[in-house]
């Protein structure tokens, strides 16, 4: 097996930013001979190369990812994102506005089915956040 690549490392460095220790230890966890291949791929390219680009910030590339997550009906992979935008700085009202970009730019439909998934799963976060009585 060989050592892990710069850009491996520096992905999944990047990918732990974003998606946060829990998700990529889950994700890791599960994965098998079958995915490991398209897993290090991912890391590589998306992670190490376009997320952990100069250019922009996490909070741009979030915004941008969640945009076109929604605009290709990608609903599972869109509710990732929304969650991650915990550790990206993009805020829902920042959400809102790529929403109506989708709207627009992709269509009401498209952009009405991402807004029930980004609200459903901001709702969840901050269920996730609530104080709990008797703690």
Known sequence: M???SDRFVKGM????AVLGDAHVDRAE??????DAPFQAMITETAWGDVW???????RERSM???????ALGHHEELAMHVRATANTGATPEDMREAML?????AGVPAANTAIKIVKKTL?????????????
């Open 64 to 70: 941008v990812t969640i945009a076109l997550l929604a």
């Open 29 to 34: 966890a599960n994965k098998t001979d079958f």
């Open 2 to 4: 060989n050592p892990p």
């Open 52 to 58: 952990s680009r100069p250019d922009w910030n996490k």
């Open 101 to 105: 970009h989708v709207a627009i730019y």
């Open 13 to 16: 460095a990047t990918r732990r």
């Open 123 to 135: 709702d969840e976060m901050r269920d996730a956040q609530a104080p709990r009585g008797g703690e």
